[in-house]
């Protein structure tokens, strides 16, 4: 892509195996950046994994110097982590004059940044939560979903304690399923609702053969067993923790229809497969759930 320029780099906390896996999140210095580390430290306890923590700044802006910078940085993020830091790198990164879409070019810094530390997760954070959060740029969260090469984690004001319930739309394409595999990674012990939405067009078959209420009735089971079979094995036969739900309508409607009803602290979405999700994610619904988080949002995009 643009090359993300570093200008500095520093190591806090306990060296880092080499070959241990990488989280990214971005910072601004700002509060809600210090939420998004605080989530990411502990998901790399849990991941055995080496954080890194990235801020682009911009030398026309007339802010403080790099070396300032990454000082600040460094203060904030250990700040964050509290006693027992995780293994972590601050990075200072200079926007690049080359865009003349400021807010691309930083989308476009931070996937180079994950493409070259083969980041397994990128996480953001924003304002409030449960209906009233808000991105630092929305635009900026929707083209760096185009554009990260791992899947995105949009941190809300919430809680910082594990995940406790975690909701994944699936509607029977790859990455659903690998979205069920990353809800369960990122979440283990949390509760699980696996969400299949039915469009109420009919363009989507009966995939138990029976029509009808018979069919939204058995769906489920239906779904849990594909799941199953496509080799999904986080979803192991007879664990109570995991419930699926089928609905029928628009996803954007039906999904927010179910986060009311199930109100989980993690939301999981893949962007691509037949029922849509491309367009919920990057659409007219997008405010529900990128723009305006009802709770942690973690987003994967296909290959394809």
Same mark, same amino acid.
């Given at each position: ?138 635009? $900026? ?25 975690? $909701? ?47 069919? $939204?009735?058995? $769906? ?85």
């Amino acid at each position: 892509m643009g090359g993300d320029k570093t200008v500095l780099r520093r190591e806090i906390g306990p060296s880092a195996d080499s070959d241990c896996p990488v989280i990214l999140v971005a910072s601004n210095g700002s509060e809600r950046a210090a939420h998004a580390v605080r989530v990411a430290g502990r998901l790399a306890h849990a991941e055995h994994a080496q954080l890194v923590c990235e801020q682009i700044i911009d030398p026309q802006e007339g802010g403080p110097g790099a070396d300032q910078a990454l000082g600040d940085l460094a203060r904030a993020v250990n700040a964050a982590l509290g006693a027992d830091p995780a293994r972590c790198v601050v990075e200072i990164c200079h926007l690049s004059d080359s865009y003349t879409d400021e807010e691309y070019g930083r989308a476009v810094m931070l996937a180079d940044v994950a493409s070259r530390t083969n980041a397994a997760l990128l996480i953001i954070g924003v304002h409030g939560g449960k209906g009233g959060g808000k991105l630092l740029s929305t635009t $900026m969260t929707e083209k760096l979903m185009k554009v990260a090469p791992c899947p995105v984690l949009i941190v809300t004001g919430g809680a910082v304690d594990a995940y406790r319930k975690v $909701m994944v739309a699936v509607d029977f394409s790859e990455v659903s399923f690998d979205a069920v595999e990353a809800g369960m990674r990122f979440a283990p012990g949390a509760d699980v609702v696996l969400v299949h939405v039915k469009p109420a067009d009919g363009s989507e078959p009966d995939r138990d053969g029976t029509g009808g209420a018979d069919s $939204m009735r058995n $769906m489920s089971n239906v779904a849990r067993e594909d799941l199953v079979g496509k080799g999904v094995k986080t979803v192991p036969s007879g664990d109570d923790r995991v419930t699926t739900q089928v609905l029928e309508g628009t996803p954007g409607d039906a999904l927010s229809q179910a986060v009311a009803e199930h109100q989980p602290d993690l939301l999981v979405l893949g962007t691509r497969g037949r029922t849509g999700l491309t367009r919920l994610i990057m659409g007219s619904v997008a405010n529900k759930f990128v723009a305006d988080p009802p709770c942690d949002v973690l987003v994967l995009r296909s290959a394809g």
